[in-house]
């Protein structure tokens, strides 16, 4: 695969000064608003269609940006249409761009099937797009305040990790499913956030409590997420539960991304623990009431209103 660097001149911020470097999965979603999800052989036509980018780090970017946070994103996008389309989506939305490498591979494609409940059906679509080899991408010259890891990028992703704890930048890990770059990274970050399916998978057993436990035996900071049940968490001795708010869900594709994306940007202003947790669960939760990933993402007013007119 040929790879190519993206054209820098609208790219807004520099990335060498940002806040939040994410680093990982970049794709594009075709979201399609369904009665019910398909049985075999059944033939549905959908009721609407969303497209737009996607992906864990993409959409944290996303995140970081619009809660006015200088953002970055490192990854992959093809030299298509979706690669394309998805390129200038960053670049509208303020990301920088200076990171992605483009080739000939194709842009991985998502396809969405979202039911009236919020629930979801998801087709992952990568060809023979591989992971980015170890040099790819130069970091030397960033210094961000904090790096957000997917896990979708394992090669730059653990020589990064070593280089920001010798700098003692800290590391976010969003582990939503146990897979070689989440497995690789999950005890050299500072701050594991995590799924419950990842906690499942990883425990082998559906025990979060139990998970939570043993993870931070050898981690100095764990959050399981545990969808409409909230999120439990354990830092050093300390550890306690924090309850989802009540919001009416539409789709919850993206949720994930957006509370990575603001726990790394309210890591980035350095907010309390407790008040890094309130903001990233208000942001899955905004982000949960419109269809697809990107448009139910908050920015910093919508979010900031959103928590003054909940309950303390």
């Known amino acids: 695969m040929n790879f190519t660097r993206t054209n820098t001149s609208r790219t807004i911020p520099d990335s060498r000064h940002v806040q939040v470097l994410c680093v990982g999965h970049a794709s594009y979603d075709l979201v399609f608003s369904v ?108 210094m961000p305040d904090v790096i957000l890891f997917d896990g979708h990028e394992p090669a730059l992703s653990e020589p990064l990790c070593a280089w920001a704890k010798s700098r003692n930048i800290p590391t976010v890990l969003d582990a939503g499913s146990l897979h070689e770059g989440t497995n690789a990274l999950m005890f050299s970050v500072d701050f594991l956030v995590c799924s419950e399916k990842f906690a499942r998978q990883w425990l082998q057993a559906d025990d979060p409590e139990r998970a939570l436990n043993l993870l931070a035996e050898r981690s100095p900071a764990v959050v399981i997420t545990l969808g409409e049940r909230g999120l439990i968490w354990k830092q050093g001795v300390e550890s306690g539960s924090f309850p989802a708010f009540a919001v009416n869900a539409v789709d919850t594709t993206g949720a994930g991304d957006a509370f990575h994306g603001a726990f790394a940007a309210e890591l980035a202003r350095r907010r309390s623990w407790l008040e890094i947790l309130r903001h990233a669960s208000a942001a899955g939760a905004l982000c949960c009431t419109k269809p697809g990933a990107r448009p139910g993402i908050p920015d910093r007013e919508k979010l900031e209103l959103f928590l003054k007119n909940q309950k303390p």
């Open 35 to 142: 009665s019910h999800h398909p049985e075999a052989d059944e033939k549905i036509s959908a009721e609407s269609l969303l497209s737009c980018g996607g992906g864990p780090a993409a959409n944290a970017a996303v995140t970081v940006a619009r809660l006015g946070c200088k953002a970055a994103f490192a990854g992959y996008l093809g030299n298509d249409l979706y690669g394309q389309k998805h390129l200038e989506e960053l670049q509208q939305e303020q990301v920088s761009t200076t990171l992605i490498v483009r080739g000939s591979s194709p842009t991985p494609l998502s396809a969405v099937l979202i039911k009236p409940d919020g629930r979801r059906a998801l087709i992952n679509y990568k060809g023979d797009t591989e992971p980015l080899p170890t040099n790819s991408i130069d970091f030397s010259a960033m």
